[in-house]
């Protein structure tokens, strides 16, 4: 100990640190701004650790965050300590400026003291911004670009100013980079100096203390700072901690949405604390939008940083600084506000609510299907995991060119929008030979049917029924379903349950995966067109798997009601 | 005035103690949060160590047809197999090469194109009817048997397999410079 002590003088340099008397005893008042270090460290660690598994492009970032998120021992709560961190931050930041405030602790000589401060704390709040984006997920990508195109509304240099900050013209591979550079590099940097100069300058200038008493009794009450001060520091910290802690259990880590799709709709909100100058936005139409986006927050920026100056009364006390004492109140009140109103008219959105919802599957979905790997492409790639999504693939590639969808495709065969769902049996029995269904096909033997509404349901419900191969039909569907077959005189085409013509399809298993699948691979068989059929066989074309997801495309028709026939 | 001194005394002492109280618990406080951050920071850390996170098919992969090969006239073939790198799955690409023999009995040796040396790409000296490592000039012989060089074993074969007329092999990486074959 004594050989490590001669050479480096460690104690000595721990003791300068430590060792400042705290005029008037250590306060719990006095806790935020070492709890602010102290969660910067935890940040720090965090995002070192983070930053192991982060790759920073646009192809590549979602599928490196969602494998810290899912496949990587406690990787969800690493990153969820490191998210909620930078709200911990913010917290800690503005109950630090508030007690700073209360005891006027920015005047003479402490001015330097309160503008670093100032500059930290839009330091901190530029992290949150390029954090936000990082992930490359749906809400990030967008939230973000609210805010690289305010910076495009700084007169004269917007443009160049957002080229800058975004990495050209448009998002993609360089806005990451940039953004993962801004966040590990240049702001930490930032926030060190400006932390080394505020320290300093604590150090330099001491605590200030309580107002009331005079200068004997707080030299009276003096305490050092370790352990006394250090103590509740550390108090603090525990609790923090625990409360972090127990944040990022709750909400299992940090939200990962689906990854960003730069086609989609998507209506973007900022973290929290940009909330109120999210909702000052709305405030502000057209050509006045650079007056909420940019005059309003520079000025609130510049009256924040001058406060030392404005405010030069010899008095602390806040009894005879009420101007400011008021003036920052309502400052605090009024963001309070516009957060809450933000808050309250989003809570309220039909809109924003059907999309959070659809959001939250779409991002499980996401999850699920990322599991099968990302393809190269990139995050959004992932769907194309998704069976249905290939099955549609599929039948765009085989089977468009002679079947419409979705008022696209082909003529000479049936319209397959909605396919074998109530709507589209519904038209095809009453008028089989429209254009829509054999109109240009060479099968025009199906007559039209003028059965009652009511049989005609009961004849789609018995037909629909057959598809699920696994359950016997209900025996008195049945029975009424047999009995419309003999009278519609389905039976002299159709067959079903061994009876019946054979010109025409099977009933037996009607709709079923396999009736559609038999189909696809040959038309041409006996049970269904036989020598009617003019649509070609697809069993060698496409594979089996492929055949299933197209199969399961095509049943996925009948049950989206959505997906109705173009008008 | 000597009582006045004893209690100022017991006052510092009783001070003292408290504030060596408040050191302890200060220095265990903040131990207790460095282990409990440390627990997952750790695990998040040492995980690629834990985990496959390259994966290849370990399985039969298909390099092509047989016809047209000559008994003792390596053909080097591209392996071709879908890959999965952490988060990413690559669709069929190259992966890899190996060495096809056609032995003098018909059956096919499959020679891994990487030098168990140190990993340099084997080729076949026409002229000389070896195999030459040209990072290192190891030698090989048709067989893959070393001829001379620094070589610490024979080419790796591969298990090989033909169905219908189509040669497959099973690709596999083996640890380098060492005496043994080992699957890496």
């Known amino acids: ?567 | 005035m000597e009582e006045g001194s004893v209690k100022k005394e017991v006052l510092h002492e009783s001070r003292d103690g408290r504030r060596a109280f408040l050191k302890i618990c200060s220095v265990f406080l903040t131990s207790l949060i460095g282990i409990a951050y440390s627990i997952p920071i750790i695990r998040t850390f040492i995980n690629p160590a834990l985990q496959k996170t390259v994966i290849s098919s370990s399985g039969l992969v298909e390099v092509g047809d047989i016809r047209g090969c000559k008994v003792n006239v390596p053909r080097k073939v591209a392996i071709k197999d879908s890959r999965r790198d952490a988060w990413t799955k690559y669709p069929e690409t190259v992966i890899g090469a190996v060495w096809v023999v056609q032995q003098e009995d018909e059956t096919f040796k499959a020679f891994s194109v990487i030098c168990p040396h140190l990993g340099c790409g084997i080729d076949w000296d026409k002229d000389s009817g070896r195999f030459i490592c040209p990072c290192h000039e190891s030698y090989f012989d048709i067989k893959g048997e070393i001829l001379s060089g620094p070589s610490p074993r024979r080419m790796d074969t591969l298990e090989t397999d033909i169905k219908q007329g189509k040669l497959f092999v099973r690709y596999q990486k083996m640890k380098l410079g060492i005496a043994e074959k080992i699957p890496v």
């Open chain 1, 1 to 567: 100990m004594k050989w490590l002590e001669d050479r480096t003088g460690l104690k000595d340099l721990v003791k300068k640190f430590l060792d400042e008397p705290v005029e008037g005893g250590a306060k719990w008042s006095y806790v935020f701004g070492s709890a602010l270090v102290i969660v910067f460290i935890m940040q720090i660690v965090s995002g070192v650790i983070l930053s192991t598994g982060y790759s920073a492009s646009a192809t590549d970032a979602w599928g490196s965050v969602y494998y810290i998120q899912e496949r990587t021992m406690s990787g969800w709560f690493v990153r969820g300590m490191h998210n909620v961190g930078s709200s911990a931050m913010m917290v800690l930041a503005i109950l630090h400026i508030t007690q700073t405030v209360i005891f006027g602790a920015y005047k003479k000589p402490r001015e330097l003291n309160w503008i670093s401060g100032v500059f930290m704390l839009f330091i901190i709040l530029g992290f949150g911004l390029t954090g936000y984006l990082l992930p490359w997920d749906q809400k990030g990508f967008w939230a973000t670009q609210v805010a690289t195109s305010i910076m495009g509304l700084i007169p004269g240099i917007g443009d160049f100013v957002k080229g800058v900050v975004q990495g050209g013209n448009d998002y993609g591979n360089l806005t990451l980079t940039r953004f993962y550079s801004f966040h590990v590099f240049f702001l930490p940097a930032g926030l060190m100096t400006f932390m080394a100069i505020h320290l300093h300058l604590f150090r330099r200038h001491g605590v200030t203390p309580h107002w009331k008493p005079d200068e004997s009794e707080l030299k009276r009450k003096t305490q050092p700072f370790w352990p006394d001060q250090i103590f509740k520091d550390v108090v603090a910290a525990v609790i923090i901690f625990a409360i972090m802690s127990a944040a990022v259990w709750y909400r299992h880590g940090a939200e990962l949405q689906s990854p960003a799709d730069p086609s989609s709709q998507y209506m973007a909100r900022p973290e929290w604390y940009f909330l109120f100058l999210f909702q000052l936005l709305k405030y502000f139409e057209a050509d006045m939008e650079v007056v909420g986006a940019i005059i309003l927050p520079t000025i609130a920026a510049v009256l924040m940083l001058a406060i030392p100056f404005l405010d030069r009364g010899e008095s602390r006390a806040p009894a005879k600084r009420l101007p400011f004492i008021g003036g920052f109140g309502a400052a605090l009140a009024g963001i309070v506000c516009l957060t809450l109103l933000s808050m309250v008219s989003d809570s309220r959105d039909e809109r924003l609510l059907a999309q959070k919802e659809e959001s939250e599957v779409m991002a499980e979905r996401a999850i699920e299907l990322a599991a099968l790997g990302i393809p190269p492409s990139g995050g959004a790639a992932v769907f194309t995991n998704d069976p249905l999504y290939v099955g549609e693939q599929v039948f765009r590639q085989h089977c468009i060119t002679c079947h419409g969808y979705q008022g696209g495709g082909g003529d000479s065969a049936p319209d397959l929008t909605a396919y074998n769902s109530r709507s589209w049996l519904k038209g095809f029995f009453r008028n089989p030979n429209a254009v829509k269904y054999y109109g240009k096909t060479q099968f025009n033997e199906m007559p039209e049917s003028l059965m009652g509404e009511e049989d005609l349901s009961y004849l789609i419900d018995f037909l629909l029924a057959q598809s699920e191969t696994e359950t016997p039909v209900d025996p008195i569907l049945r029975e009424i379903g047999e009995a419309i077959l003999v009278q519609e005189g389905c039976y002299n085409c159709h067959t079903y349950n061994g009876r019946g013509g054979d010109f025409a399809p099977t009933l037996d298993g009607f709709a079923s995966d396999e009736w559609l699948r038999g189909m696809i691979e040959d038309a041409g068989q006996e049970r269904y067109f036989g020598k009617y059929n003019t649509m070609p066989s697809f069993k060698e074309t496409i594979g089996k798997e492929d055949m299933d997801k197209l199969v399961l495309f095509l049943q996925s028709l009948r049950s989206e009601p959505s997906l109705a026939l173009p008008e």
